[in-house]
């Protein structure tokens, strides 16, 4: 039983086996017949043979597993067998020998459909190779060509097609000109260069573009006839011969191409509700259809315009607010350039890609070998060098293509050149033209008037006529200079232009602007010439009358203050044709009506005499300056000494100079005076026996009030005022000054406190004629710390703060009863702070104590370090109304000199008084201006009316009228004549900003 048992074990492994063998034989038979199929498929796509390769590759594999799994259960059958017989491993073998038999047939089959399928893997991967090399060797080349294509306009004669181009640019500019010169729109215009028809040819085109005046210099075109047909070319985008509208107005329409990424947007603004159109693409060319804008909440110039890619309109950024250019304005050459650039570029990228293939190709294929690969091999080692080849054609190109930019640019730039020369002579042949028609008018009429003077000096012309030619030529020396100038400016708008023609035209007109020079300085020396002559006959007819008129006074026995009366009518002024009538009547004047005329007319161009310029030629001064003694008869021997006149003091002239010949050999000037201070008359010396000076001459005393003052009839002040004297009048000096009674003042040292400084000074607690100066203030001392509250009732609101021991509080009313508690209501002096405290408390402590030590300024007045002497510190050195001081010694009586006072006649309302004129409150005035900044001269009070001329620094001037306050500026003006031309009008004292424009000559504080 146990051998049958085994017997039937070793049949079933041995019909196990043959079962798994008929599986490896149909594997292997259908491997081989999909192998078959695929190897006889012929020329298939690259996909196909790639699935069929699968296939074949996963039948194979199927197969090959097979029989491994076969192998594996021959050797576990074998072990099987051995364990259930006993026999050898050879024995067992022997038995399942047919079975090993097929086994090997059926592997070896396998082994011959793997070398079928890798042998068909080669060829088709060869084929493959051999096709994609082939297209991308062609490919390259082809590319090459495409890119040598792109490039050659750049390169044909150096870019000189697109030299047309900018001509064109300039051909544009000229007919715009014209087209706004005649009225034209560029549609109209068109017409008139195609007369009527649809399209313009090119001997149309010629021949208008040569008639224009804009395409003209001196008569010659500016463009040869090779130079428009190129521009006509340029034009004739269809090489027809004719253009139509549309191609003519192309050029009109400015363009830009996108030079970095930036977005289209719908509205002018980036911000909020602009929704973008599309993304630009670099060097896409864009037509502009409106003008640059600037987006308000960006600040971004931006544009709109319509893009020629797919006529989408929207707008685009010009430039970023970081200097990113987006868009530039289109240039053929440019573009084109850029174009090239890029397709160069991508050549030498495919180029690269190329070589990368071909080693990465040939690096694959040199690692397996078979003979069916040798001739894709050798494709592929061929196929290298032209690959370097065409690398070097795009070095070359590239090299071509920079010279070429260089040599187009040199051609550009020699092209600018020459329309710079055309364009710099037509502007030189204007600037000519310019400047003849500058220079030559005033030229000729300078010339005419000094012919004009010349004959007015030869017949002893009246001295109406030499004015007349005075100013003509004045006139004529103003449009000389204003000439001049205008050639300056004008050459200065070419200084830094230095060709031969602008060098020829500065030199022609620098030539001009000499001549306008020479005839400026001759027209005003002669001016000088004839003014000097005038003035001289001017000054002696005037002296003339005044002797007349001084003669006349002494004749009838009139002051000249009284003759002014008569004459004004209770006027400011006497007018100008009732004093002419009155000079013409006086007795013994040997003039002639011309020569009163003559001497009157400073009087006729102020329009008549005031009060101020007659008392200045009748009352004459001396000023003393060196002490000399007034006596009561005009010789020394024969009078009594009054007094002795102080130095500074000034006296008025009764009667002329006249010599004491006591001493014949060095007689003394003597003259009879009256001493302004007192009005004591007498004789004083004015040059000793020995040459030395005692008096000399001064102008009539005058003094400009700087603050107001009541004028008295009495040197005392006590009786009722006669009127007030504003601030800034003029007031002439009638007596005085005079120094009053010595004064007993009551002054006191005082701790004064002026923001952060704390300075210990004198102050005067009143004038010594009874005025108050400082009154005692009601100020509280804080002895304990206490709260202010802000109501009286302790209970309501709460503590506003607390009172330091020390701080000062003004007690603001009288003290209120609380609950029995003394209260009263204060002010801090610390910060102002208001609120009521108590005085003393419920147990008898007191909070705040008054103080006898402060008191209130009630007037300004320096601060005096000690008696008489005031402190010399700029942060602190006077006290105004209202300020606080604390007392610290005194007070202590102090005698004070008395007020200086002074007798006086406000010139502007009459008013006349004695009052107080101190240092502060009068100044001394002559009427005689020095001016210290440029002002101008004017021609009436108001600050707004027309300006004659302008006032230089240091111009001397001379008042013809008290200074008056102008009502619309507010600012001081007064009415002057220049002693430098004789020139009249109303200059401005000080300004706005407080500058001073004119200064008084001599004046001084008293």
Not at 400 to 424: G, N, V
Not at 444 to 462: D, G, I, R
Not at 652 to 677: A, F, K, W, Y
Not at 982 to 1001: E, I
Request: charged content about 30%; hydrophobic content about 35%.
């Amino acid at each position: 039983l146990k051998a049958k048992l085994s017997a039937k074990k070793q049949e079933l492994a041995k019909v196990a086996l043959q079962v798994k063998l008929k599986e490896v034989l149909e594997k292997v038979k259908a491997a081989s017949e999909v192998t078959d199929t695929m190897v006889e498929g012929g020329d298939v796509a690259a996909n196909e043979m790639k699935e069929a390769c699968e296939r074949a590759g996963a039948a194979q594999g199927h197969a090959r597993r097979c029989i491994e799994e076969l192998k594996t259960m021959m050797l576990e059958k074998q072990r099987e067998i051995r364990q259930l017989t006993g026999q050898s491993p050879e024995e067992v073998k022997a038995e399942l020998v047919e079975i090993t038999i097929e086994m090997e047939t059926a592997q070896k089959d396998l082994h011959e459909q793997e070398k079928k399928l890798r042998d068909q893997e080669f060829r088709f991967v060869a084929q493959r190779l051999m096709q994609d090399a082939k297209k991308h060797q062609e490919g390259l080349e082809k590319q090459l060509e495409d890119t040598k294509l792109a490039a050659a306009p750049l390169l044909s004669e150096e870019g000189a097609a697109f030299i047309a181009y900018t001509w064109l640019n300039e051909v544009v500019g000229a007919l715009k000109k014209h087209a706004a010169s005649l009225g034209k729109s560029q549609e109209e215009l068109f017409a008139l260069i195609s007369e009527g028809a649809d399209t313009a040819t090119e001997a149309k085109f010629i021949k208008y573009l040569q008639g224009m005046p804009e395409m003209k210099e001196r008569g010659e075109t500016l463009f040869s006839e090779e130079e428009t047909k190129a521009i006509f070319a340029t034009l004739d985008t269809e090489k027809k011969g004719e253009i139509n509208q549309s191609q003519f107005l192309d050029p009109f329409q400015r363009k830009y191409y996108v030079v970095s990424n930036v977005s289209m947007t719908q509205a002018l603004t980036v911000k909020g509700s602009a929704k973008p159109v599309r993304k630009m693409e670099l060097n896409e060319i864009l037509e502009a259809l409106e003008d640059p804008q600037k987006d308000p909440t960006t600040g971004l110039m931006r544009v709109k315009v319509r893009a020629d890619k797919d006529k989408k309109e929207g707008w685009v950024t010009l430039h970023g607010n970081q200097g990113t250019d987006f868009l530039v304005a289109f240039d053929p050459f440019a573009a084109c350039e850029q174009t090239v650039q890029k397709a160069v570029q991508e050549l030498w990228d495919t180029a690269v890609t190329a070589q990368r293939l071909v080693d990465k190709w040939t690096a694959e294929l040199g690692a397996v070998d078979s003979p069916l690969l040798a001739e894709c091999k050798d494709m592929l080692k061929n196929m290298k060098p032209r690959v370097e080849e065409v690398q070097t054609a795009q070095c070359e190109l590239k090299r071509q293509l920079e010279w070429c930019k260089h040599a187009y640019q040199k051609r550009l730039d020699s092209e600018h050149e020459r329309r710079q020369q055309l364009l710099d002579r037509r502007i030189v042949h204007q600037t000519l033209e310019d400047g003849e028609a500058l220079s030559k008018a005033p030229l000729e009429e300078a010339k005419k008037a000094l012919e004009e003077c010349t004959a007015v000096e030869e017949a002893s012309a009246t001295d109406e006529a030499t004015r007349k030619s005075i100013m003509h030529l004045l006139v004529c020396a103003d449009k000389c200079e204003k000439a001049n100038k205008a050639l300056e400016e004008k050459m200065a708008t070419f200084a830094q232009r230095t060709s031969d023609h602008w060098m020829e035209a500065r030199k022609t007109l620098t030539a001009a602007g000499q001549d306008c020079v020479t005839a400026c300085d001759s027209c005003r020396r002669k001016a000088r010439e004839l003014q000097a002559k005038v003035k001289v006959a001017e000054e002696e007819a005037h002296e003339r009358i005044l002797s007349g008129i001084n003669a006349h006074l002494k004749s009838q026995k009139l002051l000249p203050t009284d003759w002014f009366k008569s004459l004004a009518g209770g006027e400011a002024k006497v007018p100008f044709q009732a004093l002419q009538s009155a000079v013409e009547k006086l007795d013994g004047l040997e003039l002639s009506p011309e020569q009163i005329s003559t001497g009157l007319l400073r009087y006729r161009e102020v329009d008549g005499l005031t009060r101020m310029t007659l008392l200045s030629q009748f009352q004459k001064y001396y000023r003393c300056i060196k002490e000399i003694a007034m006596t009561t008869a005009f010789a020394i021997k024969d009078g009594k000494p009054l007094r002795k006149l102080a130095v500074g003091e000034i006296v008025e002239i009764l009667g002329e100079d006249t010599q004491d010949t006591e001493d014949t050999n060095s007689p003394m000037l003597r003259c009879n005076v009256r001493s302004l201070t007192d009005g004591l008359e007498g004789w004083a010396t004015v040059k000793g026996n020995q040459g030395t000076i005692f008096l000399v001459a001064h102008t009539k005393p005058m003094y400009l009030l700087n603050s107001e003052v009541h004028a008295h009839p009495d040197f005392e002040g006590t009786q009722p005022s006669t009127g007030r004297i504003s601030s800034g009048s003029l007031v002439e000096l009638l007596e005085g000054p005079r120094n009053g009674a010595p004064r007993q003042v009551q002054r006191a040292q005082f701790k004064v406190q002026q923001g952060s400084n704390e300075t210990k000074g004198w102050l005067a607690l009143e004038d010594g004629s009874g005025v108050t100066l400082m009154e005692k203030a009601k100020i509280h001392i804080c002895r304990q710390v206490i709260a202010v509250t802000p109501e009286l009732n302790i209970k309501q609101g709460k503590s506003s703060r607390k009172l330091s021991i020390g701080e000062m509080v003004e007690v603001l009313n009288e003290p209120q009863d609380y609950n029995g508690l003394p209260r009263v209501q204060v002010r801090a002096k610390l910060d102002g702070l208001e609120g009521w405290v108590t005085v003393k408390g419920n147990q008898g402590t007191s909070f705040i104590e008054a103080s006898d030590n402060f008191y209130i300024c009630s007037r300004p007045q320096p601060l005096e370090e000690e008696s008489g002497r005031v402190r010399a510190m700029s942060n602190i050195n006077e006290v105004h109304a209202g300020d606080l001081v604390e007392l610290v010694a005194g007070p202590q009586t102090e005698t004070r000199p008395g007020v200086s006072t002074m007798r006086g006649r406000c010139l502007q309302t009459g008013i006349e008084g004695w009052f107080a004129a101190s240092e502060t409150v009068a100044s001394l005035w002559v009427p005689h201006y020095v001016c210290r900044e440029r002002t101008d001269l004017q021609t009436s009070l108001e600050a707004s009316s027309s300006k004659l001329r302008e006032l230089m620094v240091n111009e001397e001037l001379m008042a013809l009228s008290v200074p008056e306050k102008e009502a619309t500026v507010g600012v001081t003006r007064v009415h002057v004549r220049a002693d430098h031309d004789g020139q009249m009008g109303y200059a401005t004292v000080q300004d706005t900003r407080g500058a001073t424009l004119l200064s008084v000559q001599g004046r001084r504080r008293w």
